[in-house]
Each structure stands twice: as C-alpha cells, then as structure tokens.
Nanobody, 122 residues
C-alpha cells in the first residue's frame, strides 16, 4: 500500500512557474515508477509525465514537453513536477500516481493521490 500526498499547486499568471511535490508513504517507493496526470473541468484525466524507479528514464506528453521536468528523490520518497512557461490551458487538478512503466512508455497507475489544483490566469 502506498499513500500519496500532493502539494505545491496554486494560482499563477501565464508564463510563470510552479513545482509540484508528491510525498509517498511506505518503504517501497523506490520500486514504483511515478507519474503525474491532470484533469481539467469537463475533461478526462490525462497523462502528463512519468519517471522510472531510478529516475533515469522519463516520458512527457506533447502538451508539456519542453516546459516541464519530472524528477524524484528516493531518499525523500518524493516525486516532483517542475512546470515552466505555464499557460491557461495547463489549468487542472494535478494527480500523482505510483505504478508501472513499460519500455514503450505506457504507464499503468496503481495508487493515486488526492490531487492539487493548478490555476493559470491569462
């Protein structure tokens, strides 16, 4: 069992930056690939970024590629999402997930956090 708690969301102007954090409980954090998803009002939850257990492999959606960086600190049981040059269309609830990542970049979540709101004003 893994419990995930996101933080770092908030209101930011377009062009600004935010760093989201996700703290995980349990001693098995380093065995999971981690990911961020987001869900905007009226839309389905979508993949944002994923990172393998060691941090050596990352994947990004086209919508955030080049503007965001996913990273992890296994000593702190924490995964991060640094988002730069934010746009109003980045407005969503951002969810952290623990799960599995295959060699093709497909991510399967097993556990979810409760989400953190990111609002980007124009």
């Amino acid at each position: 069992q893994v419990q995930l708690v996101e933080s770092g969301g908030g209101l930011v102007q377009a062009g600004g930056s935010l760093r989201l954090s996700c703290a995980a409980s349990g001693r098995t954090f380093s065995t999971y690939a981690m990911a961020w998803f987001r869900q905007a009002p009226g839309k389905e939850r979508e993949f944002v970024a994923a990172i393998n257990w060691s941090g050596g492999i990352t994947y990004y959606s086209d919508s955030v590629k080049g503007r965001s960086t996913i990273s992890r600190d296994n000593a702190k049981n924490t995964v991060y999402l640094q988002m730069n040059t934010l746009k109003p269309e980045d407005t969503a609830v951002y969810y952290c997930a623990a799960g599995a990542l295959d060699y093709g970049g497909s991510y399967t979540p097993s556990y979810w956090g409760q989400g953190t709101q990111v609002t980007v004003s124009s």
